[in-house]
């Protein structure tokens, strides 16, 4: 089991975080983190408003997983990602919109040989929406990079989502994938489960848990926690 630190952000700041598992708590709304060696952050919480600049800033043979959950009702986010040489991010962004939700995502790749995966997944729910522009922006002549990067967007109400990909690809010797989908619930699957004495409401609460927790790399606790979130809407 890791031992997570607990940390507090309640001034704008530029921080740096070296080979750390942290539980964040972030109550500003302009943040740049310094990332090296190997880093683990969860970020869990429940929030009326949000808005947030935030830069990380990945040095080279390093390597960052960073988990986000956050329940908004308004939000206006920016999320920017630099990464440097020979360096590893995995990005997993869970939210429940039930206002208007904007998210800009910026992933810059300045160097050589990264891993890059961004999962970006969302409900939107009451009067949620998102509006989500996810860019991948890429130096010329770097090579050896793959980036991966995923938005899903599940609505369950009748407010318009959008999202805009933007692939700025300046090197021929990487590799970009973006995917993006918004959909509603399968009607066949709530089907099966009241077919199996699940109600209509029940059955919809576990697949925004299975959908949101599986975005996710945390562990029982954290997921406990999640719950607890949703449950206690």
């Known amino acids: 089991m890791i031992n997570m630190n607990k940390l507090i952000i309640d001034k704008e700041s530029v921080i740096d975080i070296k080979d750390n598992a942290l539980d964040l708590t972030i109550a500003v709304n302009k943040l740049t983190i310094n990332i090296k060696g190997k880093v683990l952050i969860n970020e869990i919480a429940k ?112 407010e318009e989502n959008i999202c805009i990909p933007n692939l700025l690809v300046s090197s021929n010797e990487i590799e970009v994938n973006h995917a993006c989908t918004i959909s509603s619930i399968d009607q066949q699957y709530l089907f099966y489960l009241n077919g199996k004495g699940i109600s209509t409401s029940q059955a919809i609460s576990l697949i925004k848990k299975g959908y949101l927790l599986s975005n996710l790399n945390i562990n029982q606790d954290l997921e406990n926690k999640i719950q607890e979130l949703i449950g206690g809407e």
Do not use: W
């Open 47 to 158: 929030k009326n408003q949000e808005n947030l600049e935030l830069t990380l800033n990945v040095e080279p043979n390093s390597s960052l997983i960073y988990n986000r959950f956050m329940i908004h009702d308004t939000i206006n986010n920016t999320i920017i990602l630099n990464q440097d040489h020979n360096s590893i991010v995995n990005f997993n962004y869970s939210i429940i919109a039930k206002d208007k939700c904007n998210l800009v995502f910026n992933s810059n790749l300045i160097g050589d040989d990264n891993e890059t995966e961004i999962k970006l997944k969302a409900i939107t729910e009451d009067k949620g929406s998102c509006k989500i522009i996810s860019t991948a922006d890429t130096k010329p002549q770097i090579k050896n990079n793959n980036l991966i990067e995923s938005i899903k967007i599940l609505t369950l109400n009748e």
